[in-house]
């Protein structure tokens, strides 16, 4: 499918012609930080829009990692020497984990949907190594790389635990060589597949990647001098006796141009349009491959009449994590500790489970998350949250009217409020007056006489509005343009 948006990389300027309004603001925050209630939104209209980018982008670079639980850098023998039962509490930290990456993908913003992409290019599977050690210094790799320089990421991560032993780094030996995480290096983590390298550049790099072996089981991994190969290797045409950091030097200065591409259009992809505009994509890569530094590049691609453009809007589909987490940003609807690792185990059975993707390709994304089985579990999700609130035992059945004031502005009129709160959520919104009557008639319901709508009685306040609520929340999940972004 061709890129219909040709709009340049030019800072958007709200105009007559071309409006900053509640549906860009929507875009800009659905796509940067999972989403945004009414109230944010409306607050978001009163600067500019490149405002709000910077905004965005200095709250991300400001935001410190995670922070580390006790038990991290503990390995499995100093966990069994304070007493502990390894596996029971192996266990119980993993799931600490697991719930940090709802808390964070609800109160973090950009950071972590950019922790989320580079987990997604980055790929380990904690069922390789389960150690939650290695979980939690990976995480925190991520977070803390996310904005920053993407060859020092690069550097950093290959030597964090979780890939060491995920991609076979640690069985990399001087006398037994394994080509493994050279070959990911190249194919997947900046180059792309068969773009810029040979086998022998594989060959070789695994040479100098070696010596990263001393260490047992959820033990931290360490260098050692014995099992280094000490030869003299060829990468890319350059000879010497190199190592790690040499080997990720030559990459960079020997393929800068090609990296550049490579990740600015998985960045393009991820963020603005699966269907790639080419002329974009070289125009930011020119500009990645000086220094490699992530920030920049954001700020210039979520400033641009690009991003911006009608073309850019509703072209994505959700992830779990996206369905999931902007709802309940939108809605505003109470999340609960407990919950959080109950919300981490819907998104798994939705297909994508953090810490776990596929394969080390990653999760594909866009149609690949729809399919019979998900799309059930991505309806469930949601109404899940609304049962939650809706559950009188909770207390909770007020915030449903919560959230449709704050939608309302204060209208009263059932005909402006429900369009508003089918904004809140839709890109796009819907496609036909008539589309939208059908969505106003399931708000009425049959057990609220019509003409209490036209006559006053009828007002927010209304006794029955929170379950009127949960009908027209039920109805609009379901819908094609709920699952887009």
């Known amino acids: 499918m061709e890129n219909c948006n040709i709009s340049p990389l030019k800072v958007f300027v709200s105009s007559s012609e071309n409006l900053w309004n509640a549906k860009k603001a929507n875009h800009l925050y659905r796509r940067l930080t999972f989403g945004a209630s009414p109230e944010i939104i409306e607050i978001a209209l009163k600067k500019t829009p490149e405002q709000i980018v910077d905004l965005l982008i200095d709250e991300a670079v400001a935001l410190a990692p995670t922070p580390s639980p006790e038990w991290a850098g503990k390995g499995r023998q100093q966990l069994i020497d304070e007493g502990f039962d390894f596996e029971e509490v192996n266990g119980d930290y993993k799931r600490e984990m697991y719930a940090h990456t709802i808390n964070d993908a609800l109160n973090n913003g950009l950071r972590d949907m950019l922790t989320l992409f580079w987990h997604n290019h980055f790929v380990t599977q904690q069922s390789t190594y389960n150690c939650a050690s290695y979980m939690f210094e990976y995480y925190n790799t991520l977070q803390e790389h996310s904005i920053g320089n993407f060859k020092a990421f690069v550097r950093k991560i290959g030597l964090t635990n979780a890939m060491l032993k995920f991609l076979n780094g640690k069985s990399n030996k001087k006398k037994k060589p394994n080509e493994n995480y050279a070959r990911e290096l190249y194919e997947l983590f900046t180059l792309g597949e068969n773009n810029g390298y040979t086998q022998r550049d594989i060959e070789e790099t695994a040479k100098a990647l070696t010596g990263y072996n001393k260490g047992g089981y959820c033990e931290q991994i360490e260098f050692d001098i014995d099992t280094f190969n000490d030869s003299e290797k060829t990468i890319f045409g350059r000879i010497g006796n190199w190592d790690y950091n040499q080997a990720i030097d030559i990459l960079f200065e020997e393929r800068a141009p090609l990296i550049a591409e490579f990740i600015i259009t998985k960045i393009y992809k991820f963020f603005v349009s699966p269907e790639v505009n080419k002329d974009v994509v070289i125009e930011l890569a020119k500009d990645f491959e000086i220094d490699f530094e992530i920030e920049p590049i954001l700020r210039k691609l979520f400033k641009s009449e690009h991003f911006f453009d009608e073309g850019a809007i509703s072209t994505l589909i959700k992830s779990p994590y996206d369905i999931n987490t902007n ?159």
């Open 327 to 485: 709802f309940l940003k939108v809605t505003g609807f109470p999340v609960s500790e407990d919950r959080k690792l109950d919300l981490y185990w819907q998104n798994s059975v939705a297909g994508q489970q953090y810490f776990q993707p596929v394969d080390v390709a990653g999760w594909q994304g866009d149609y690949d998350w729809i399919n019979t089985s998900t799309l059930t579990a991505r309806w469930d999700i949601i109404m899940n949250n609304v049962w939650q609130v809706w559950n009188k035992k909770n207390n909770n059945r007020e915030k449903l009217r919560d959230f449709v004031k704050e939608a309302a502005k204060e209208s009263e009129d059932v005909n402006v409020v429900v369009p508003r709160i089918i904004d809140a959520f839709l890109p796009k919104g819907l496609n036909t007056k008539a589309n939208y009557q059908d969505a106003i008639d399931i708000f009425k319901t049959d057990f609220i006489p019509g003409e209490y709508f036209t006559n006053g009685i009828w007002t927010l306040d209304y006794p029955d509005l929170p379950w009127q609520t949960v009908l027209l929340l039920q109805y609009l999940i379901r819908l094609p343009e709920f699952q887009l972004k």
